[in-house]
């Protein structure tokens, strides 16, 4: 348990780094565009390849390969999981390749019939940006195979190198070479693509010192048949969850000029404490679980299940609530420069609150889908995504027009992933593998107790702050000391408590610490 909590350590540091300079690239986009309507186009526009990263990469392909990997790994060795690899990866880029001609043909389409400038932008960025699903998609799965031979470092900074290129690109070309907004959007976009192909060089490089060799194998095995027949369904429920994304912002593309926007920038910083906490317990604990599986163990399969869940609440809950509480102090810190002004900030805050309230549930989701394909499980996935899309588009259209607010999206989005949430778990209840939540319910309830502790305590600190003067008014200053102080009460009463998960981490942290002095 030491060494995958130290996995999870380093994929969480690897992963905050990439966050933070996801952060970066939005403040410097956002100063530079604001909540245009350029910029709204640019995030619609963005989330279609995105889609497809999810589909043929990351998501479906990578879970279904994973168990595959595993299995080949354990009973045939390196050698043969490198040959499945280079199968996979023949047909994925035959495949995406296709993909953008096609999309390229439709959105040159859209273009020239469209009239509402909204429309003519989207289509005239998607056309540039689009080209981004080869390179990235490919180093989806590569990733995935470093991920399972336990290198998780170089995976989780992939992003980095995306957020690199496009600051580098809109900075050097936008602020210094381009004459308008528009030639500035054209810097983003080529970093976009430029990103793309450093996010697949950098792993592949890491994984040939493994002793891989690419090469074109178009040949069709039975593993290779079994990871597609895996992939398909799985790439149903992907679908259903990156279109609520896709429908959402087109929806709020639609509703006003900077809704897009809004709800990308809200759900960017969801995605910060979600990256650092969550995907990284998800991504340490599924090849565990897939290794399990594998070797017939399933009561250590259930608990590696019950232990990620119980990590991701831990740490997602106090999470939610401290964005809900400091909401306008983060957004002002983060955003409000340039083009960003105070009337977008306020307009943003309650959205990013409601963003929040989700955090949990969403960290719940991931594991879940992990545990689900690591038994090759790729049905209820599905069905729980399609749910989960018709709960969000049907109550995205009610309450856009009931409450004529831009939150209403945002409010139809977690509902629908509160009862996919629900939905899987109770598939996976039933599969007899030692997965109850009974026996960490105690534990989620203390969890959210102490949180709620720990925010009585932020609404102190901010009251207090706030009849300073001036020291109190600045927002960076209120929201590092709310961070400490909330942090650290949070985790002493939780050391006070004796509570299992975060004394493994402790345990964790002093035998890194005390080997470290060691090799000194």
């Known amino acids: 348990?030491?060494?995958?909590?130290?996995?999870?350590?380093?994929?969480?540091?690897?992963?905050?780094?990439?966050r933070v300079f996801g952060l970066f690239r939005d403040?410097?986009?956002?100063?530079?565009?604001?909540t245009s309507l350029l910029n709204s186009a640019f995030t619609a526009a963005f989330a279609l390849p995105s889609l497809f990263r999810r589909l043929l990469g990351e998501g479906a392909l990578a879970a279904a390969l994973m168990p595959n990997l595993s299995e080949e790994m354990e009973f045939n060795g390196k050698e043969a999981v490198f040959k499945l690899l280079n199968k996979t990866l023949s047909w994925l880029l035959l495949i995406c390749v296709a993909?953008?001609?096609?999309?390229?043909?439709?959105?040159?389409?859209?273009?020239?019939?469209?009239?509402?400038?909204?429309?003519?932008?989207?289509?005239?960025?998607?056309?540039?940006?689009?080209?981004y699903i080869i390179p990235v998609c490919l180093a989806a799965i590569v990733s995935a195979v470093l991920n399972m031979l336990g290198r998780f470092g170089i995976p989780a900074m992939t992003a980095i190198w995306l957020n690199f290129s496009m600051m580098l690109f809109l900075g050097a070309g936008g602020w210094w070479l381009a004459e308008s907004q528009d030639e500035k959007m054209l810097f983003?976009?080529?970093?976009v693509l430029v990103g793309g192909l450093l996010q697949l060089i950098v792993p592949g490089i890491a994984l040939a010192r493994e002793g891989w060799k690419p090469s074109f194998d178009f040949s069709v095995s039975g593993r290779l048949r079994s990871v597609l027949l895996l992939t398909l369904p799985g790439i149903f429920g992907v679908a259903s969850y990156q279109l609520n994304v896709v429908v959402s912002r087109l929806l709020a593309l639609d509703f006003n000029d900077s809704g897009a926007t809004l709800i990308?920038?809200?759900?960017?910083l969801v995605e910060l404490p979600l990256g650092i906490f969550t995907m990284a317990i998800a991504t340490v604990v599924f090849p565990v679980m897939s290794r399990s599986i594998a070797r017939g163990d399933e009561s250590n399969y259930g608990e590696m299940y019950l232990k990620g869940i119980?990590?991701?609440?831990?740490?997602?809950?106090?999470?939610a609530l401290g964005i809900m509480i400091l909401a306008p102090e983060i957004i002002t810190t983060l955003f409000q420069r340039g083009a960003f002004e105070e009337s977008d900030t306020q307009a943003l805050v309650p959205i990013l609150m409601i963003c929040a309230a989700g955090m949990p549930f969403y960290g719940f989701v991931s594991i879940e889908t992990r545990a689900l394909y690591a038994i090759k499980d790729a049905k209820t996935p599905v069905r729980g995504s399609?749910?989960?899309?018709?709960?969000?588009?049907?109550?995205?259209?009610?309450?856009?027009?009931?409450?004529?607010?831009?939150?209403?999206?945002?409010?139809?989005?977690?509902?629908?992933?509160?009862?996919?949430?629900a939905y899987m778990h109770r598939v996976l209840a039933r599969q007899s593998l030692g997965i109850r939540l009974k026996a960490i319910a105690s534990a989620i309830a203390k969890y959210i107790v102490i949180g709620l502790f720990m925010l009585l305590a932020l609404v102190a600190v901010k009251t207090g702050l706030s009849r300073v003067g001036s020291f109190g008014e600045n927002s960076l200053i209120t929201l590092l000391i709310s961070v400490v102080v909330g942090t650290s009460l949070y985790l002493t009463i939780l050391k006070c408590l004796r509570m299992e998960e975060v004394n493994e981490v402790f345990d964790a942290l002093l035998k890194r610490g005390q080997g470290r002095k060691s090799e000194d």
């Open 1 to 18: 348990m030491s060494k995958m909590l130290g996995q999870m350590g380093l994929v969480s540091a690897m992963t905050m780094l990439s």
């Open 27 to 34: 403040v410097m986009i956002t100063a530079i565009f604001g």
């Open 99 to 131: 993909l953008a001609l096609v999309a390229y043909g439709i959105f040159d389409w859209l273009e020239s019939v469209s009239t509402e400038d909204n429309r003519v932008i989207g289509a005239r960025l998607a056309k540039l940006v689009f080209p």
């Open 188 to 191: 983003l976009c080529l970093g």
């Open 264 to 268: 990308y920038l809200a759900n960017r």
């Open 310 to 319: 119980s990590l991701s609440m831990m740490l997602t809950i106090p999470a």
């Open 386 to 421: 399609a749910i989960a899309l018709v709960v969000n588009i049907v109550l995205s259209i009610a309450l856009l027009k009931f409450l004529n607010r831009i939150e209403g999206l945002v409010i139809a989005s977690n509902t629908a992933i509160v009862v996919q949430a």
